[in-house]
C-alpha cells in the first residue's frame, strides 16, 4: 500500500520538472525584465544546475521509496535516464536545443513518478499490481 510519504515524494517530483520546463520555456522571454526586478540569479546556469540536483534528488529518494514497496527495478530506470538527458546530452547540445531536452528530460522523470505512483495503487488489483 503506498504511503503519505512516497506519494508526497512523487508530487513533488512531478511539481519540479514541471516547474523546470516552465522556467527553461520562460527565461528566453523574460531576460530583459529579471535583472529589473531582481531575479537576474534565475537566468544563471548554476541556477540550472542546482534545479537538476534538487530534481534528482527527489526522484532518487521517491524512486528508492517507491522500490522498497513495489519491488519494481524497472522504476530506477527513469531516474538513469533522466539524468543521462540532463546532465549528459543537454549541456553538449547548442543554447536552442536546451529546452527540448529539457523537456524529454522532465517527461521521464513526470512518466518515472507516475508509474511510480501507480505500481503502488491499492486500488489495482492486477497480478501485475501485487501489494504485498
Known sequence: MQTVETRKWDVA???LSVLC???CLS???LMGVLPLVGLDFVADHGF???MMSLIFAVAGLSYFNGYRRHGRKAIFTFLAVGMIIFAGIRPVLE???HP???ILGGCVFVLGHWKNWH???PSCRKPCC???
Do not use: N, R
Request: aromatic share 12%.
Open 13 to 15: 517530483g512531478i511539481g
Open 21 to 23: 520546463a516552465i522556467h
Open 27 to 29: 527565461v528566453p522571454f
Open 48 to 50: 540550472e544546475w542546482v
Open 95 to 97: 543554447e536552442g536545443l
Open 100 to 102: 527540448v531536452a529539457t
Open 119 to 121: 505500481w503502488h495503487k
Open 130 to 132: 501485487s501489494h504485498d
